[in-house]
């Protein structure tokens, strides 16, 4: 059992400050947001369970008692997340007032269909009454009737904002776009999973300048919990039936959300009622279902009873009964009220279980959103909850397999999503160049010996979570946006690095790759398709700071874990590593953090995952494919040969010892051939 291997293993210090409440019953994230209460558009990016559903409350409340607006409406993904937004006593905790949604304007609990409710809202906006809450599909078919001026002078509060896309299909985001055209509403936009990198932009750059940004990070709130200790993210390769090879990840005496694959994908046997009996039969001796819950009881060969939530079956009746059963307040409580679930489409976002210790996930999920959203069922603070994880079990690639590229494919994702969770749970970086006057930042913690003005320095504030990092060399950004991206979207540049399919190829097959064409080459590309407006040298900022934000987590990781991941020390092992790191190196300077391989620890987690056939026939697919320089690339390397030159007096040299060199020449003369055979061609 447990044959799971974490790829990720994050300690945490359980401080309770993001727990504590202040006079006004906020905790930290709430008290942040509550800062910037008098702002128009209002993005607030925070994890799951640090509380936004009542950060909005508090807001809504101020703007409508002191700020002039007429109405708040509370727009939700789905009816059930409606309950986050009932009725709360917010005066019994400090504040001055009560949030109250009379029930007929929950819309979330009404009968009949989004587009019979759209009525509602019209007798809302005509009324007098201030809080309304319904769900997105409710307010598209509003807003599609009505028009966006029927909502002038009110407050609209998007919770789970990743819903919203700039996509021109994506009728919520356009509709979210018309509003900030008007410029007459208000808009507080809330998510846990804010990536713009996941496909498609949640909103165009124009509008999402128009936004005053909240962010309390994953650091922050797991570290400042109170039971939660250590969070483990990693991923488990099976062949054959999942179902049949599942005991090996899912322990019984976990309580654990099971979601099951798409019957669209590679790794669904296409009957999912099969499965359900398959994974119940693996786990013991059926006993029938409790005539209350409808719960599936089952005896484990130990002779423990297991309760089950069968929230796959296709009895609408029977489902809604067990859906039912897990919401119960009365039984939130309760540790002992159920012990696995298993889903599919359902228990994601918003579902609020705080007893899961594991999420356990069967197949790849494309989005990283959806993988955030599925963690963060297993990220609640609980009593006695020491340790939470998640696992992705994932298929193996078959030799006799048509789709063998494909099920390649899925596994460099799931690599990447692991790298990019890392990155997510990750103290935040703020990178500043080594000078002369540096000095320490106020807040920061440097360690034992203190700040060494002679060194690259690490200081690391315990109390924002927030590591300030000396480099030497390093580019600092000139433009507000290079500065808003460099301080708050480096995720957003690193998700898409991770996710482009080249860059992971080479970074963990090329046995003759050079770091510097990931880091410099492919990460600067990146940065150039997703921000084409910024400057050259804003550009190269930017992926200065993405780069180095990667690789210093990469090894500190390193540094401080053994094989037995025993001598992490404590929630300090990040910090650490990162300090241990530079002091290491002769110099912290920005070309040896781009020396550095990104994906190069993930050859090693993968060796250890994954049966050695399988995984010499992922390498020989991808090194079959013969990488050739693009004539971009080539421009990019000339560019650099450019700068060296400046730097040097001379330009690189094609037999040089020196591989990056080398291949900056390469690209040099690549330039040259091309142009002398449009000469002669």
Same mark, same amino acid.
């Given at each position: 059992m447990n044959d799971s291997i974490p790829s990720v293993s994050v300690t945490y210090a359980r401080s309770g400050n993001s727990t504590r409440s202040n006079e006004l019953g906020m905790r930290p994230m709430q008290e942040r947001a509550w800062e910037k209460r008098g702002e128009q558009y209002l993005l607030i990016k925070s994890p799951p369970a640090s509380g936004k559903s009542r950060a909005l409350m508090f807001i809504a409340l101020d703007k409508l008692h002191n700020q002039g607006l007429r109405q708040a409406i509370v727009v939700v993904p789905e009816r059930t997340i409606g309950a986050s937004f009932a009725d709360t006593a917010l005066s019994d905790f400090g504040f001055w007032t009560d949030w109250t949604v009379p029930p007929k304007w929950n819309l979330c609990n009404a009968p009949g269909t989004d587009g019979g409710k759209v009525n509602s809202v019209k007798a809302f906006l005509d009324s007098d009454d201030r809080i309304l809450v319904c769900t997105h599909a409710t307010f598209r078919f509003a807003v599609d009737r009505f028009s966006a001026g029927a909502f002038d002078g009110r407050l609209i509060a998007v919770d789970e904002f990743h819903h919203v896309s700039a996509n021109p299909d994506n009728r919520l985001g356009e509709h979210v776009g018309q509003l900030i055209a008007r410029d007459k509403s208000h808009i507080v936009a809330m998510?846990? @999973?804010?990536?713009?990198? !996941? /496909?498609?932009?949640?909103?165009?750059? !124009?509008?999402?300048?128009?936004?005053?940004?909240?962010?309390?990070?994953?650091?922050?709130? *797991?570290?400042?919990?109170?039971?939660?200790?250590? *969070?483990?993210?990693g991923y488990f390769f099976y062949t054959g039936n999942y179902a049949e090879d599942i005991l090996r990840v899912l322990d019984p005496d976990e309580k654990t959300i099971v979601h099951i694959p798409s019957v669209n994908s590679r790794e669904s046997t296409k009957d999912k009622i099969r499965e359900v009996e398959h994974i119940i039969e693996e786990l013991g001796e059926w006993q029938g279902a409790d005539a209350t819950t409808g719960f599936q009881l089952v005896k484990t060969p130990a002779g423990r009873i297991l309760r089950i939530a069968d929230l796959v079956d296709d009895d609408p009746g029977r489902r809604e009964r067990v859906a039912a059963a897990l919401r119960d307040p009365d039984r939130m409580n309760d540790r002992d009220h159920v012990d696995i679930i298993v889903a599919l489409g359902m228990a994601k976002e918003g579902f609020d279980w705080v007893w899961c210790d594991h999420a356990l996930t069967v197949g790849y999920r494309s989005s990283l959103t959806e993988i955030v959203q599925i963690i963060g069922r297993a990220t609640r603070d609980a009593p006695g909850k020491t340790r939470a994880r998640f696992t992705n079990l994932i298929a193996e690639p078959d030799a006799s397999e048509e789709a063998v590229t494909e099920a390649v494919n899925d596994t460099l994702k799931a690599i990447a999503a692991s790298l990019l969770m890392e990155q997510v749970l990750a103290p935040r970086f703020n990178f500043k160049p080594k000078r002369q006057d540096s000095g320490p930042v106020e807040g920061a913690d440097y360690g034992e010996a203190g700040y060494d003005p002679e060194k690259c320095n690490v200081g690391f504030d315990h109390d924002t979570g927030q590591f300030h990092i000396e480099i030497k060399g390093l580019a600092e950004p000139t433009g507000k946006e290079a500065e808003r991206i460099c301080r708050e979207d480096l995720n957003e540049v690193i998700t898409a690095f991770a996710q482009d399919k080249t860059s992971i190829e080479r970074g963990i097959f090329d046995e003759e790759l050079v770091p510097e064409e990931l880091t410099q080459v492919r990460m600067g590309k990146i940065v150039k398709d997703r921000y084409p407006e910024l400057s050259e040298e804003d550009r190269e900022a930017v992926r200065q700071h993405a780069v180095a934000a990667l690789n210093l987590t990469r090894k500190a990781k390193e540094t401080v874990l053994d094989e037995t991941e025993t001598q992490m020390n404590g929630s300090t092992a990040l910090i650490d590593g990162v300090r241990k790191f530079a002091m290491d190196v002769r110099d912290l300077d920005i070309d040896l953090i781009d020396r550095?391989?990104?994906?190069?620890?993930?050859? /090693?987690?993968?060796?250890?995952?994954? @049966?050695?056939? @399988?995984?010499?026939?992922?390498?020989?697919?991808?090194?079959?494919?013969?990488?050739?320089?693009?004539?971009?690339?080539?421009?990019?390397l000339a560019r650099r040969a450019l700068r060296f030159k400046q730097e040097r007096g001379r330009l690189p040299s094609i037999t040089s010892q020196d591989p990056w060199e080398k291949r900056m020449a390469e690209g040099v003369a690549f330039l040259a051939r091309m142009k002398a055979q449009t000469f002669s061609g």
């Open positions: 998510t846990g @999973s804010y990536f713009r990198g !996941d /496909a498609e932009p949640v909103l165009m750059p !124009d509008d999402e300048a128009r936004f005053e940004t909240v962010t309390y990070t994953y650091y922050e709130q *797991l570290n400042g919990y109170e039971h939660l200790k250590r *969070l483990d993210i550095i391989n990104p994906f190069g620890e993930a050859y /090693a987690i993968l060796a250890k995952t994954m @049966s050695e056939e @399988s995984l010499k026939q992922v390498a020989a697919v991808i090194t079959a494919k013969k990488i050739q320089l693009t004539p971009e690339e080539a421009r990019d």
